[in-house]
């Protein structure tokens, strides 16, 4: 072979070896997307092992969403605070800053991302950097690069080094032509935004690069988050969100959506709590690589009745922008999610009532009821 490519074929061989816990072969090997390492054609990767007294090592890509930066604050008081890495292609604000390590990381570079994985010893990785989706379909170009192009460097490198990797999926992989109420884990999905589709694509992947290469994939279809310390970041169910920051604020809102609009809904704790406990579950539990969870499903209008109940004057009209509603109307209305309850036990602690007492608590209600008395 041409000299560049012996010096490459050699390096990744060397690269491969027993030092970074990773096994060699002397079979014919091919190269994984942007990688310019070979892989053996067979290789079945796995998990890298660590005992049941020592930590995972964590990496979270696209760290400064909406759920990153709870995520790495959920997972540090699990693991440890230096044991969970925060990454983004932007500057994080002081106070996350100080909060663990948090470093740069640009998942459309494989060079740097891989660099991140052996520098630091990651043995799990969860992949949030993605466009959602109303502002995927804003701009289709960036979001194709980032949802489709981004998760490819993420897979060739969680195989490389035998990363136990998370992707989150969404309701929004679902379309109008699938079963509504409620959608099961194993349907028709036909969605409908570039979002949705780079979801399915990302679902598809996961499963085959675990069948073909052993990959510890892991994936769960999310309904709306719901957070009360994060801004909205461009999803159609951004409404349950930014809801209380005006109901908060000046004690009325304006909805995008219909008002008879119903979509599966979750507060982001129970979020959380289920990323780790399909993490953790065993391997053998798990009969699938995706699975649905849900928590509650319910409309604007019945969102908003239960804000009045904590503050009273608050008032809500309807401005409906067409185009999300047009994404919302091919979403389930709710997810069947039976297969996580049996397989590993998913439960949700979080309704709509104890949702909106949780976020207008979260937000001083109870301050801005008595100024208004």
Known sequence: MPAVRMLQH???????????????????ARSLGASPWQIPANANFHSASFSET???????????????VGLANFLRKRFGKDNVILSDIRKPPDHIF???PCIYSDILDYKNLREIVVNNG????FHYSALLSAVGEANVSLAKAVNITGLHNVLDVAVEHGLRLFVPSTIGAFGPTSPQDPTP???????????GVSKVHAELMGEYY???????????????????????????????????????????FEC??????????MYIDDCLRATLEVMEAPAESLSMRTYNINAM???????????????????????????????ADGWPVSLDDSNARKDWKWKHDFDLPELVTTMLNFHGSDTRIAQAN
């Open 98 to 100: 100080q909060s663990g």
């Open 297 to 327: 499903s319910f409309t604007p209008e019945e969102l908003a009745q239960e804000v009045h109940k904590h503050i009273p004057e608050f008032q809500i009209t309807y401005n409906v922008d067409s185009a999300r509603q047009a994404i």
């Open 185 to 195: 884990d194993l349907c028709v999905q036909r969605p409908r935004t570039i979002y």
């Open 10 to 28: 050699v390096v990744g061989q060397l690269l491969l070896g027993p030092g970074c816990g990773c096994r060699t072969s002397a079979l014919p």
């Open 256 to 265: 995008n959506l219909k008002p008879s609009t119903r979509l599966p809904m």
């Open 54 to 68: 020592d930590q995972p090592r964590v990496l979270i890509t696209g760290g400064l969403g909406q759920l990153g």
């Open 210 to 252: 675990h069948y073909r290469y052993g990959l510890d994939f892991r994936c769960l279809r999310y309904p709306g988050i719901i957070s009360a310390d994060s801004q909205p970041g461009g999803g159609t169910t951004d409404y349950a969100v930014q809801i209380f920051h005006d109901a908060v604020k000046n004690g009325k």
């Open 122 to 125: 990651i043995t799990w990785l």
